[in-house]
């Protein structure tokens, strides 16, 4: 089983459109992620923190500066990198089963094998009972777990997530986010989780990368200090001066606050 890789974003800045006007989406971004870190990028809406993902997955390229993962330029998406999307991205068409195979499928992983890995990620992320379901048939939370399987079953990496819980209800984020900890705290990759949840970062992370409004650099760091695994102290953790301490730093380096 793989254990993570380090990522390093050097000097990184991105520019849309050509002519007098280009649009200045990121600028001169600099950070390394550890192997088997959980990194959380925290930012206002529109900042360029899913273009910044994209550049690590390798689906966007840089205007300039590099990204590397193990030492090596990530030119295109990788084997090893895996990207769970706020909007599912299920396919339709295939049962629960065949979306978590469909990157198996890619690699040319023997049915046999293919199944039983599914069918272990099913169990694992609660799904028994729905393998032959198709995402209309789901709730958004159970469509959400079957692409964090997904992700999980080539065993990449590299865990990439773009606001994977932003478009579910509150009582199912906070489960899901539990359930998360609980996934990683078992497999451990390197993860990088993009959000715009302030509470939802500092229950997560590790480190916190705080992003000002583009054209985007990077404001502020912090590390999240609390032990792990946390999945099964949230309310401990959230009702502690340390965790609104820490939210109010990141408020404050936002611009949140009222002023007195």
């Given at each position: ?13 991105k ?9 200045h989406v ?45 030492g ?104 899901l ?47 999240v ?27 404050e ?8």
């Open positions: 089983m793989t254990m993570g890789s380090n990522i390093t974003v050097e000097n990184v800045s520019y849309y459109g050509e002519g007098e006007a280009p649009v990121l600028d001169s971004i600099d950070f390394s992620v550890d192997e088997r870190e959980f990194l959380v990028v925290l930012g206002p809406s529109g900042c360029g923190k899913t273009t910044l993902l994209k550049m690590l997955d390798g689906l966007v390229e840089p205007s300039s500066g590099r990204i590397t993962v193990d090596s330029p990530v030119t295109e998406p990788r084997g090893d990198v895996a990207l769970v999307f706020q909007n599912f991205g299920l396919f339709p068409w295939r049962t629960v089963r065949r979306n978590i195979t469909l990157g198996l499928e890619i690699q040319g992983v023997t049915k046999e094998q293919r199944r039983r890995r599914a069918d272990e990620l099913i169990e694992l992320v609660g799904l028994s009972g729905f393998e032959e379901n198709y995402p209309s048939e789901l709730s958004g939370g159970m469509q959400q777990r079957v692409g964090l399987a997904r992700a999980l079953a080539v065993d990449p990496e590299v865990l990439l997530m773009d606001e994977p819980f932003g478009a579910l209800d509150a009582q199912t984020k906070d489960q986010q539990t359930e998360l900890l609980q996934l990683w705290g078992e497999r451990r990759k390197t993860a990088v989780f993009i959000t715009h949840d302030i509470s939802e970062a500092v229950f997560l992370a590790d480190r916190i990368l705080v992003m000002s409004p583009k054209p985007s650099e990077i404001l502020y760091e912090t590390d200090d609390f032990e792990r695994p946390r999945w099964n102290r949230r309310v401990e953790i959230e009702r502690s001066d340390r965790f609104a301490r820490i939210e109010r730093e990141i408020r380096q936002l611009n949140l606050l009222p002023a007195e």
